[in-house]
């Protein structure tokens, strides 16, 4: 087998805006697909659509502190730089970005993006600044690199409605994508955070999943009541040992706000904690 290309590696935004101003002026089309590292097939998926698409892959990674709570996993977020970059190769990425804190959040840095909407209910509520943090450094990283097309996954599906939400707002001139959710063969949404699982951890785990078939099931029996498929989405996660809710909700999948009876797409989302791990899934019903 051929071993495949390593990409550039820039951490300086001087250099990189060098580097992509070469691009641009070869009229490559550049994609970016922003990430924390410790990849996994969900962040490759997105590497892979931009691959398709743009004549110039550039995925950036960076553990952006400002998203992360003040009792939140910043410290022991995994990080896995040699793996990473040889994933990355393995997927052909052109350019890899991985910008210091420093060159980020200098130690005079003031500017935040607070987003209402969409960015208020379910992880907003749970994790009050996240969404802050997130919004200004995707905006960040989208004024640094200034791709043409940008890839999320709908894994964080609420996270992607708060970037559309941004990215219209403030004309940021990128056209926003959103990939599927790609999953383990037993359907546990693939995560970073699933690496902090102990392997019994990781079999209760499958509770999210489990919870999502639920309401796809009774869905297509034709239970249109979201308090009847809720109750059973959480009678189905409270089954497990160890297991605690932080949200389980039906919500129109623009809004985010509650629905009261399924009469169109509707999304079901959770967030569950999994001895301590809190991991998130989501699945769109379509009644
Ligand atoms: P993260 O490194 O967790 O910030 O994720 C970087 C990007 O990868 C985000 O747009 C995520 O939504 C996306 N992503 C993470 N996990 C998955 C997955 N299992 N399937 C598809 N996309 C994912």
């Known amino acids: ?41 969900g962040h490759l998926s997105l590497v892979r659509a931009c691959k398709a698409e743009c004549g110039y892959t550039v995925v950036s990674l960076y ?16 990080r896995t730089w040699e793996a990473d970059l040889a994933a990355l190769a393995g997927v052909g990425a ?4 991985a910008p210091r804190d420093a060159e980020i ?6 500017t935040w993006i ?3 909407g969409v960015a208020e209910p379910l992880e907003g509520q749970h994790r009050p600044g996240h969404f802050r943090g997130v919004a200004t450094v995707v905006l960040k990283l989208l004024n640094l690199v200034q791709p043409d097309v940008a890839y999320f996954g709908q894994k964080d599906f609420q996270q992607a ?10 004309n940021v001139p990128v056209e926003i994508r959103v990939c599927p959710i790609i999953r383990e063969p037993d359907g546990l949404a693939m995560s970073s955070r699933n690496r902090y699982l102990s392997p019994a951890a990781r079999q209760r785990a499958l509770v999210l999943w489990r919870s999502l078939e639920r309401a796809r099931e009774l869905t297509a029996r034709g239970e ?9 989405m959480r009678a ?3 089954q497990t040992e160890d297991a605690q809710i932080d949200y389980v909700a039906l919500v129109d999948p623009q809004t985010l706000l509650p629905v009261e009876a399924l009469t169109g797409p509707t999304l079901a989302a959770l967030a569950v904690k999994i001895e301590n791990t809190r991991l998130i899934d989501n699945y769109l019903l379509e009644p």
Do not use: C, W
Request: glycine share 6%.
């Open 161 to 170: 409605l708060v970037i559309q939400r941004l990215v219209a707002d403030l």
């Open 63 to 78: 553990v952006n502190p400002s998203q992360f709570g003040p009792s939140e996993d910043l410290a022991k977020y995994p």
């Open 224 to 232: 249109r009541s979201a308090a009847a498929i809720l109750a059973q």
């Open 236 to 238: 189905v996660i409270l």
């Open 1 to 41: 087998m051929m071993s495949a290309e390593s990409p550039q590696v820039v951490s300086d935004p001087a250099v990189l805006r060098a580097a992509l101003t070469v691009i641009r002026r070869q009229g490559k089309r550049i994609g970016l697909a922003p990430t924390m590292g410790a990849l996994h097939e």
């Open 94 to 97: 052109d350019l890899v970005f």
């Open 105 to 110: 959040y200098p130690s005079d840095y003031a």
């Open 114 to 116: 607070e987003v209402g």
